[in-house]
């Protein structure tokens, strides 16, 4: 059965500093895996979404990299704002036809 | 293009009580796919339609149920409430089933009293 986590549950950091997320995964045959954003009491943002035969996506300031042999990805965020305070979730997808499992998320606190 | 759309936004329901939750994909989109989150569980699948299909369902009791209608929209609806269905539903669309990028609308707040 496939677990997703995500350490630590909270970080906070101050602006300006580059951060990564870790999302760990048990089961190494992954689909793909999707990194999601969500802000207080809202629905969540899609941020980068990475196929099983990739190592790596880029968008912005956000690079997401994929090492199914370790059963790792990490989200690397670079000189943070502010604005990128939310709450980070990760997804894996086990097979084309199966469900999607997320962490528990984590909490991230830019300070000013 | 329209984002994905959840209504209501705020519900508030008594235990016994049944509520129905409606959610519309992005235009074209054809998989709808419904989640509860709450703080101690997180983010929990509940099922996923494609094509008026249930493809994929969670561990959620029977009271749990949905549809999926030939415009994609989809309903779901919870019989018989319990305190512990208060939650955040959210849906998410996807072009088709299968994997693809998932876009999730803001969710309905349902509390139980």
């Known amino acids: 059965k496939q677990e997703v986590t995500q350490i630590p549950a909270a970080l906070s950091v101050p602006e300006g500093e580059n951060l990564v997320l870790n999302c760990s995964f048990t089961d190494s045959a992954i689909y793909n895996l999707q990194w999601f954003r969500q802000d207080p009491g809202k629905g969540l943002t899609s941020l980068l979404l990475?196929?099983?035969?990739?190592r790596e996506q880029t968008s912005g300031r956000l690079n997401a990299s994929l090492d199914k042999s370790s059963g790792r990805s990490t989200l690397y965020i670079a000189a943070s704002q502010p604005g990128d305070s939310a709450t980070y979730l990760c997804?894996?997808?086990?097979?084309?036809?199966?469900?999607?499992?997320f962490g528990k998320g984590t909490r991230l606190h830019i300070l000013p | 293009k329209a984002g994905v759309t959840q209504t209501p936004r705020y519900l508030i329901k008594t235990r016994g009580q049944q509520v129905t939750l409606s959610c519309s994909p992005i235009?074209?989109?054809?998989?709808v796919s419904w989640y509860q989150q709450t703080p101690g569980q997180g983010l929990q699948f509940l099922f996923e339609?494609?094509?008026?299909?249930?493809?994929n369902k969670g561990n959620f009791p029977g009271r749990f149920s949905g549809r999926q209608f030939s415009n994609s929209r989809s309903e779901m609806n919870v019989s018989t409430l319990e305190l512990g269905d208060s939650a955040l539903y959210l849906c998410a669309s996807s072009w088709t089933t299968g994997g693809y990028e998932q876009y999730f609308g803001p969710g309905t707040r349902l509390t139980v009293t």
């Open positions: 990475i196929q099983s035969s990739q």
């Open positions: 997804a894996a997808n086990m097979n084309r036809d199966d469900k999607i499992i």
């Open positions: 339609y494609f094509s008026e299909t249930q493809r």
């Open positions: 235009s074209g989109h054809r998989s």
